[in-house]
């Protein structure tokens, strides 16, 4: 049958009235895929769950078509959002289905290629503004408080709303729960969806566990770790980078009542699983979704993951979104006459 995204999929675990529009370019129903390179390295079943693969190329397209569905049933003729990136992105192209706009604010110089190429494209009302993600953040919760714009980042209960049928989906894929669940965590919106959805699984009797939820910040942006704010966030993994996340509290109980974790990696192993995902997974991730994997392979260093465990690590976003990361951490083609002779030399053949 015929895929008919997220807000029709699951709308019996949606706030959906007769009202909603169907707003969709049938994001989800993404694949789950097994990571036998991961796998073998932990002595784990270690499977990706590749957001990559949504319409506008992250999760947050999970999120995005509730909170624009419910704008349009609000009355709302425009959505704000700050944004890293993806969720401009996605913002952008779901308000054009919509029919309505959107007003994108950004931070200055921070933001991957490929996301604002996406919100330019679909006509957003793009402000790059002299102050950081955070700052970007109270900017647009004021424009929502006195303007009426409604606000689309993930302190919008509807975006937690759509982003939790990813948990489903894991269960359903993997036809079980799985013993850990990785996951990067920036804002702590997913790390609070994903657990929202597998208790609401649980309580509607699709599930009888819960997996435990492992989080990651990356070292220069870890103020859920470090239990204070972070003034000037800083990683290769921009889609991660905030030093104040909305969902700060949501995070923590996420963990804790899982008896998981919200840990750190460095911009180091973060790059250094992003190359090892795409070379040895052929799967093409952004580095902020290499987190889940360079964590999970911490933990099992540290002994906190046992061998023979289910982990579910989410890729959250394409790495076709930030090609600087991946031309600047790959090997640059030799330019080379344009002779067989040449090239097979080169082979070694
Ligand atoms: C938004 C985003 C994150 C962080 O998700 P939060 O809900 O903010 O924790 C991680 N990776 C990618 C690719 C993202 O777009």
Redesign the pocket.
């Known amino acids: 049958m015929r895929w008919k995204g997220v807000i029709e999929e699951y709308k019996e675990y949606l706030p959906v009235t007769n009202k909603t529009p169907f707003v969709t370019f049938y994001e989800g129903n993404t694949p789950l895929i097994e990571s036998r390179h991961v796998s073998r390295l932990t002595n784990c079943k270690v499977y990706l769950k590749y957001e990559g693969a949504n319409p506008t190329g992250?999760?947050?397209d999970r999120g995005m078509c509730l909170a624009i569905a419910k704008a349009v049933e609000k009355g709302r003729q425009a959505v704000i959002c700050a944004s890293t990136g993806?969720?401009s992105a996605s913002a952008a192209a779901y308000a054009v289905r919509a029919g309505i706009d959107c007003i994108v604010i950004i931070p200055k110089g921070k933001i991957a290629l490929g996301k604002l190429s996406q919100a330019i494209m679909h006509g957003a009302k793009v402000f790059e503004v002299d102050g950081n993600f955070d700052e970007a953040l109270n900017l647009v919760r004021e424009m929502g408080e006195k303007y009426p714009v409604e606000i689309v980042n993930?302190i919008n209960p509807f975006r937690i709303e759509g982003q939790k049928t990813g948990a489903f989906e894991v269960c359903n894929q993997l036809g079980a729960v799985p013993d850990f669940h990785a996951i990067?965590?920036?804002?702590?919106?997913?790390?609070t969806a994903y657990w929202k959805g597998y208790n609401e699984y649980k309580a509607a009797g699709k599930i009888n566990s819960l997996p435990k939820m492992i989080g990651f910040q990356a070292e220069g942006a870890a103020p859920i770790v470090l239990g204070h704010l972070v003034k000037n966030p800083e990683t290769v993994a921009t889609?991660?980078r905030?030093g104040n996340p909305a969902s700060w509290k949501q995070a923590e109980a996420a963990a804790r009542d899982s008896g998981g974790s919200i840990s750190i990696v460095t911009d180091q192993e973060i790059l250094d699983a992003y190359k090892v995902i795409a070379a040895k997974e052929g799967i093409f991730c952004?580095p902020?979704?290499a987190a889940s994997v360079a964590g999970t392979l911490k933990l099992h260093k540290a002994g906190k993951i046992p061998e023979g465990s289910t982990i579910v690590c989410v890729l959250?976003?394409h790495g076709l979104k930030d090609p600087d990361t991946a031309i600047k951490q790959g090997t640059k083609p030799a330019l080379v006459p344009c002779k067989i002779t040449e090239i097979v030399k080169r082979l070694g053949y």
């Open positions: 992250s999760f947050k993806n969720t993930s990067p965590v920036g804002n702590a919106g997913n790390i889609a991660i905030i952004e902020a979704s959250t976003g």
